[in-house]
């Protein structure tokens, strides 16, 4: 195939890049988290990643309000999108629907940062020459670049060129995935992915709705296959562990029965919830709906982990090392 004739190299929309990682997959990571996400759940700590297009977030902390600036509340910026109320303080306040035609040209022009936007284009080389900053790392520590999200099985032909190329590179891949996508998506990527980070956060259909938007059983199915087909990929399941959702035993022992069955599943990791992305959703004009909820106990994760390491093995190891 001619150079003209080849196929274009395909792009996709990157939220963040984050280095220095240690807890996405062996070794030192680079993270690479893509926009959009096919589940809406309640506690979500990273809510500037759901929309699949970038989009506009405003720091109320930094702006000094219209008397000392007020360039926002006037054009290039979209008529309405931006306002004062009067009487109040001088703060600048937001239209949320209007202020969608935003785009980084536009808020680039504010000159405190208060506005600025989550998610930009970018090609593949552009992704892995920032990731290559850090080979060293990886050569040393066993480490590479891991895709999550959002959902990153959602950018299917972006996220296999991602991982072929880091493989190219010699860095070891990994993907933090729900798996709620068409099959057609996760095929396409898991052959060039050594490690899947992969959520179980509820196991009873109705349950899995009611907190996430979306039922389980495409997800269940997906694993399943992907544990039978890929039998050489290492699969490290995963839960979000909130009180009053899934923080008990009866989740945790059944998220065991799934995948004790396949010998490529080699851990099983508690993700005990933490409320640091809260101040993200002011920022995106949303309301947090988990509010009211708190991080776990320190003994409620002990004991819901002491399971699964007796259900890996670990007690009873651990036991005969004595």
Known sequence: MSQSNKPAAPTGRVLNIQRYCSHDGP?????????????????????????????????????????????CLQPPFPDGAFYVVEGEDDKVRVNWDLAGDCDDATVALCPTGALSMFGKTMTVDEVLDEVEKDSSFYRNSGGGMTLSGGECLLQPDFSAALLAGAHERGFNTAIETACNVPWSFVEKVLPHVDT???????????????????????????????????????????TPLIPGVNADEEHIRAVLAFIRPHKNVIDYE?????????????????????????????????????????????????????
């Open 27 to 71: 070794g030192i990571r680079t993270n690479v988290f893509l926009k959009g996400c096919s589940l809406r759940c309640k506690w979500c700590g990273n809510p500037e990643s759901i929309r699949k297009n970038p989009e506009l977030s405003y720091d109320p902390r930094t702006c000094t309000g219209k008397k000392a600036c007020g360039l």
């Open 196 to 238: 899947v980070l992969h959520d179980h956060k509820l196991t009873i259909p109705e349950r899995h709705k009611k907190w996430t938007g979306v039922g389980n059983e495409r997800i269940l199915a997906n694993f399943k296959k992907a544990y039978e087909t890929f039998p050489d990929i290492d699969f490290i399941a995963r």
């Open 270 to 322: 508690l993700l005990p919830y933490h409320r640091f992305g809260l101040g993200k959703y002011e920022h995106l004009g949303k309301v947090y709906e988990l509010d009211d909820y708190k991080t776990p106990s320190d003994e409620v994760v002990q004991r819901l982990q002491a399971i699964i390491d007796e259900a890996f093995g670990r007690i009873a190891e651990a036991a005969g090392a004595r």
